[in-house]
Nanobody
């Protein structure tokens, strides 16, 4: 089992940047494929980006491709989401999720077993 804690959210102006962190404790985090999801106010949660357990593969939603970068530092048991050129429509609660040794990076939330509590990102226009 692994526990996930997100941090780094906040209020930023449009065009700004933020870096979110997902810190893991418990089992070896390098064994887990990890994804970032977001849930805008009043809307459903959807996939943002994912990274394989080795860090060798990444996958992005079209809406963030070229603006967001997912990475991981397994020595620090942390996955990052660097967000650039933020837009008001990026406003959401961002959550990280993990799945044990998945051969694929899943873009649906039901494929992930462990979730953090989320961190709020608000982008003002």
């Amino acid at each position: 089992q692994v526990q996930l804690v997100e941090s780094g959210g906040g209020l930023v102006q449009a065009g700004g940047s933020l870096r979110l962190s997902c810190a893991a404790s418990g089992r070896t985090f390098s064994d887990y494929t990890t994804g970032w999801f977001r849930q805008p106010p009043g809307k459903e949660r959807h996939f943002v980006a994912g990274i394989s357990w080795s860090g060798g593969n990444t996958y992005y939603a079209d809406s963030v491709k070229g603006r967001f970068t997912i990475s991981r530092d397994n020595a620090k048991n942390t996955v990052y989401l660097q967000m650039y050129s933020l837009k008001p429509e990026d406003t959401a609660v961002y959550s990280c999720a993990a799945r044990y040794r998945s051969g694929s990076i899943w873009s649906t939330s039901d494929k992930y077993d462990y979730w953090g509590q989320g961190t709020q990102v608000t982008v003002s226009s």
